[in-house]
């Protein structure tokens, strides 16, 4: 009986020892079908400055969810109140609900989630 390998060579690119393959930059056919065929999917996004956000609230509208690093802006306060203030004119048009998840980590999600804000603590399971 012959088994199928899990991992498949991109394009037959035959790769030597050291190197990388990017797979940010691998695509699928049918990756865009079954993303289509979801409720929602999860989207993880960097921004590095404020005008990035209004490219990414699209997906929010469109009812995803997304993890968003502002490491970048971090330093800069006034980038990060706008940030804050536009996310939460985003949260009040779609119904949805945003958090700090970590120390410059944003989870943004869509209508009928919401974030919980206490940590679980696997001591007490």
């Known amino acids: 009986m012959l088994r199928k390998p899990i991992l ?10 050291g190197t990388f393959l990017d797979l940010g930059a691998m ?3 049918d990756e865009e ?3 289509a065929a979801t409720k929602g999917t999860v989207r993880v996004a960097e ?3 404020f005008e990035d956000l209004h490219n990414l609230t699209r997906y929010a509208y469109q ?9 970048s802006l971090a330093n800069d ?9 536009e996310l939460k004119n985003v949260v009040r048009d779609t119904g949805g ?11 943004l999600t869509p ?4 974030v919980d804000r206490h940590k679980l603590r696997t001591s007490g399971f």
């Not at 306060?77 to 203030?85: D, E, G, I």
């Not at 945003?98 to 980590?105: C, H, Q, S």
């Not at 209508?111 to 919401?114: E, L």
């Open 8 to 17: 498949r060579r991109h394009q037959d690119e035959t790769l030597e020892d």
């Open 47 to 49: 921004i590095f400055r």
């Open 63 to 71: 009812g995803d969810t997304l993890l968003l690093d502002y490491t």
């Open 97 to 107: 609900d945003v958090a700090g998840v970590a120390k410059n980590l944003l989870a």
């Open 77 to 85: 306060q006034v980038a990060v109140n706008r940030l804050n203030a």
């Open 27 to 29: 695509h699928f056919e």
């Open 33 to 35: 079908a079954s993303l």
């Open 111 to 114: 209508a009928g989630i919401k």
